[in-house]
């Protein structure tokens, strides 16, 4: 099992504001980011460092974090957006890395 | 820019070795402000990191892998590697290598990644 939870499944109305979210003790300590895959697709980064956009990235992605709970909302959702979410971050002791589930976005 | 190319065998039998390596163009694996890292992902599930690699040869690897893991650079071919041992079928996955960047100990992410290659292990 993974040291950060995701919800598997989330939808959204095409246009509206959706959120996702990571949880995970070892959150308290270290920085969360977040990927996105479409299928048959290698991982994108979407978010770094908890908020933080690498160049390019459309703002409607954005990240926040607190406390054990890390979350990336995308505002507008739009039909390309369906794919799925991955937050990852270290473990509670700060050697490894660990991925969340993975939440599958739906846009309706 | 930075891309990753990963290589290997795609089929292989239980008990076998799988090896892999990662070709890195645009960058040097030698660049002292990166690790090298290697993810997989089996089929229909989520990402799962193996470990990473530093060209002095530090590594990390997910203790669940049971020190199965072997990893490796080559500078002179700005390329590194992965060797698991004694496959299963529980390691058929598609195979990432990435590039792991930090900003101070607490921010680690990968960007970017290789396309990825499906391994499969069957009898």
């Known amino acids: 099992s993974s040291e950060l939870t995701q919800d598997p499944a989330v939808s959204v109305a095409l246009g509206q504001i959706v959120k996702i979210t990571c949880q995970g003790d070892?959150?308290?300590?270290?920085?969360v980011n977040w990927y996105q895959q479409k299928p048959g697709q290698a991982p994108v980064l979407l978010i770094y460092?908890?908020?933080r956009r690498p160049s390019g990235l459309p703002d409607r992605f954005s990240g926040s974090s607190s406390g054990n709970t890390a979350s990336l909302t995308i505002t507008g959702a739009q039909a390309a957006d369906e794919a799925d979410y991955y937050c990852h971050s270290r473990d509670r002791g700060g050697d490894h890395q660990v991925f969340g589930g993975g939440t599958k976005l739906t846009v309706l | 820019q930075v891309q990753l190319q990963e290589s290997g065998p795609g089929l292989l039998k239980p008990s076998e070795t799988l090896s892999l390596t990662c070709t890195v163009s645009g960058d040097s694996v030698t660049n002292s402000n990166f690790y090298w890292a290697w993810i997989r992902q089996p089929p229909g599930k989520g990402l799962e990191w193996i470990g990473s690699i530093f060209h002095r040869g530090s590594t990390y690897d997910n203790l669940s892998l049971k020190s199965r893991v072997t990893m490796s650079v080559d500078m002179s071919k700005n390329q590194f590697s992965l060797k698991l041992a004694s496959v299963t079928a529980a390691d058929t996955a598609v195979y990432f290598c990435?590039?792991?960047?930090?900003?101070?100990?607490?921010?680690?992410?990968?960007?970017?990644w290789g396309q990825g290659t499906q391994v499969t292990v069957s009898s």
């Open positions: 070892s959150l308290r300590s270290y920085y």
């Open positions: 460092g908890n908020d």
């Open positions: 990435a590039r792991r960047q930090s900003s101070g100990p607490w921010i680690t992410w990968f960007d970017p």
